[in-house]
């Protein structure tokens, strides 16, 4: 393997040397980097024009222009880069960093979303071949992969934060809405649980009822503008969340891996109280970072203690259980301030950039601002990203599911759990796995139409940027993060493969 790994290093630095001189030529080849200044009227024009091609060496042949920029480079090998400065000297390097970590910031989380989602879409529709609810996922996949980003990017604008903007203003649904928001809950909810008819109409009604309910009191306790959950709803959810991934790793019989993702909860939230100082103005993200970590690690001692003869299942489902712990503990917090937020921005979701400026809002204030920046953007990448990752999951499924080792593991006795978690699924992984790894990567280079209609200032805009201005320092350093990306997942994606499937590794 490590053979393998430092072979493929040494391709993959031959084929970047090649597509970075490529793709170098071809920038400062297509167009004029000086049209700007000769359709300008000022009487010193002929200086600046001058001015600026001895900055850019516009006079120096395209190889050496090539070589300038390929020596500092080359200085990463001694952690010294040098990726130049564009044509108003301003240093690429920390335009690159800020781009950098604006789009990570969007496409990880997106990719993250994806993957779950699509992935749990595709098992389930492969479980329910041709049923009502895999036309419908069908049906809902080919829709939003037909998209054009673009337009779907204006109608969020529109309907996710121009129309939610009005509406929070006064933050009630009216009865025609809440109705019509039931009826609709209560048909998805039926076709995705199926069974005979009086089952689907009695799982119809129960979620038309509840859901008439709950919006009807949250419309009475102002409950929009002034959201909680507080520690029992978020032990419950908590504990709905043990049970469901302990159904999943091991099933429900194997008592000490439930009991470890229960005692997760409980120390959640006896954490959730001993922390709540802390939690209400943390100092900066290296407090949450830190208590993440904490958490995670007390995760692990739980299952590890707990586990016996199913250690590592418990350790597996108490870290994902303290992980999810996590999130509901930072959802409640954040929700907690939700209403100062709206006293210093009564519009929460503005349709262009990545936070507000000059925001003077606290940590939290902070937190619901960028995330209510991302949210639109994130929204559109993951509905896309889900549209393939479902069809992906489903094609495979479909075709592991129909071997002959899936055949006489049912035929053994194994419960259709441990089939689908333990053989199906897991040889299934491997084309998912090549999906993922590209998509990641396109991902960042990816996001040009999306940053642009939001007005994000990331990679894409980068980019953008640099090609309109004919100035190729800023592309090429988005040719490099994008490339290497591209590469380092693809060997993680072979790396995965030899983990999935114990015969590549031979």
């Not at 998805?188 to 009086?198: N, T």
């Not at 990448?381 to 094609?395: D, E, G, N, Q, W």
Request: hydrophobic share 55%; aromatic share 12%.
């Amino acid at each position: 393997m490590l053979r393998f790994i430092l072979r493929r290093i040494g391709i993959s630095f031959l084929v970047l040397l090649s597509a970075s001189f490529l793709l170098y030529i071809m920038v400062i080849n297509s167009g004029d980097p000086l049209e700007d200044l000769r359709e300008s009227n000022a009487e010193n024009r002929d200086q600046q024009m001058a001015a600026r091609s001895a900055f850019m060496g516009l006079d120096d042949p395209d190889v050496v222009r090539y070589w300038n920029w390929l020596r500092g480079i080359l200085g990463c090998v001694t952690l010294n880069c040098d990726f130049g400065v564009d044509r108003t000297n301003r240093d690429v390097g920390v335009l690159l960093g800020q781009a950098a970590s604006s789009t990570l910031r969007l496409v990880v989380l997106a990719t993250i979303l994806a993957i779950i989602v699509g992935v749990a879409l595709g098992i389930l529709t492969a479980i329910r071949q041709y049923s009502g609810f895999d036309y419908t996922v069908t049906f809902g996949a080919f829709l939003f992969f037909s998209l054009p980003v673009f337009w779907a990017a204006v109608l969020l604008k529109e309907y996710g934060a121009i129309r939610y903007n009005d509406w929070i203003a006064e933050g009630l649904v009216s009865p025609p809405a809440i109705l019509l928001i039931a009826a609709l809950l209560g048909f998805v909810l039926q076709a995705v649980l199926g069974g005979d008819l009086r089952r689907r109409l009695l799982t119809a009604g129960a979620t038309f009822v509840f859901v008439t309910v709950v919006m009807f009191v949250f419309n009475a306790i102002d409950w929009y503008r002034n959201p909680f959950m507080g520690p029992v709803v978020v032990t419950l959810f908590g504990a709905g969340a043990a049970v469901l991934v302990t159904s999943l790793v091991t099933g429900l019989a194997n008592r000490r891996v439930l009991y470890a993702a229960l005692t997760t909860v409980v120390v959640g939230v006896a954490s959730y109280f001993a922390f709540a100082g802390i939690l209400a103005e943390p100092s900066g993200w290296l407090v949450l970072v830190g208590l993440f970590v904490l958490a995670i690690a007390l995760s692990m001692l739980v299952g590890y203690l707990w586990g016996g003869y199913s250690r590592r299942q418990a350790m597996f489902a108490s870290t994902v259980t303290g992980i999810i712990m996590s999130v509901l503990i930072v959802a409640d917090v954040a929700m907690a301030h939700f209403a100062s937020f709206l006293d210093l921005k009564s519009r929460p979701i503005s349709t262009i950039g990545s936070e507000t400026p000059n925001f003077t809002g606290g940590f939290w204030e902070s937190f619901l601002d960028k995330g209510a920046q991302l949210l639109l953007p994130t929204i559109l990448l993951t509905l896309i990203s889900v549209a393939s990752y479902s069809r992906y999951t489903r094609s495979s499924m479909l075709e592991v599911m129909g071997q002959d080792y899936v055949r006489t593991a049912r035929s053994k006795g194994l419960s259709e759990r441990a089939v689908i978690t333990k053989h199906a699924f897991r040889n299934a992984l491997i084309p998912i796995t090549t999906i993922v790894a590209f998509d990641f990567a396109g991902l960042i280079g990816g996001a040009v139409i999306t940053e642009t209609v939001f007005g994000w200032k990331g990679m894409g805009e980068l980019f953008k940027t640099g090609l309109d201005n004919v100035d190729p320092n800023p592309v090429m350093a988005f040719f490099l993060v994008t490339a290497i990306a591209a590469i380092f997942m693809n060997m993680l994606a072979d790396i995965a493969y030899a983990y999935l499937d114990p015969r590549i590794r031979r």
